[in-house]
């Protein structure tokens, strides 16, 4: 018993300890403003379902490239978390256009991811 409360408290404070830091490095404005907060994405007010097909793919294939790409796999920077998170929005997305049903919020994230994954390549 005394083990496992040593293992929990220690698997708590390292926890916490890495929680603080990463809490500390979104405090403040960020440099960027990372996706719109009010309103919509271009995506979403496409009306022309073919147009908004092709981007859609678009964004998903770029996602996809970078996201099997060793290059940003064993980068420091973020890119690779937020192409693979783009990929699976735009795929969702896609599959929803795919039976002409826009789904708003996947649009939204799909460009959004996809805007990071690029803001981070660069």
Known sequence: MKCSAKLLASATAFFLAGSTGFAADIIGEPAVNYCRAVGTSDL?????????KDKVVKLMNESVAVANSPEWINSSRPAFVWASEAKV????????LKTNYKDEDYLNKCECFHDRMVEYMH
Do not use: F, I, S
């Open 44 to 52: 979403v007010l496409t009306n022309n379902m073919v147009e908004l």
């Open 89 to 96: 929005a735009c795929g969702k997305a896609y599959g929803y």
